[in-house]
Nanobody, 115 residues
Framework: QVQLVESGGGLVQPGGSLRLSCAAS????????MGWYRQAPGKERELVAD???????NYADSVKGRFTISRDNAKNAVYLQMNSLKPEDTAVYYC?????????WGRGTLVTVSS
């Protein structure tokens, strides 16, 4: 069974950068569509970015040009590089893996953007 563990969250000033990492267990990681979602206080969880097994990426309009998703299938890992962070990026960020009807979530990592 796939398990996902996020890391890299923390407190950063507006305009700063953070890199989130998601480590996945399992031997078929390369087949999964991997995604990063976030949930801000009082709001619904939303897709931030995802990346297919072939490396195609998709981003929410609010993060285009600032965030970059990538994956390393040899390391069973997916990353989210976040630049030019804004206070509205404050949220718990969740790693997600999908393969057909199968879906699994990590526990999340908190990102706080504040001066």
């Amino acid at each position: 069974q796939v398990q996902l563990v996020e890391s890299g969250g923390g407190l950063v000033q507006p305009g700063g950068s953070l890199r989130l990492s998601c480590a996945a267990s399992g031997s078929i990681f390369r087949l999964y569509v991997m995604g990063w979602y976030r949930q801000a206080p009082g709001k619904e969880r939303e897709l931030v970015a995802d990346i297919t097994s072939g490396g195609s990426t998709n981003y929410a309009d609010s993060v285009k040009g600032r965030f970059t998703i990538s994956r390393d299938n040899a390391k069973n890992a997916v990353y989210l590089q976040m630049n030019s962070l804004k206070p509205e990026d404050t949220a718990v960020y969740y790693c997600n893996a999908k393969l057909g009807d199968f879906e699994v979530w990590g526990r999340g990592t908190l990102v706080t953007v504040s001066s």
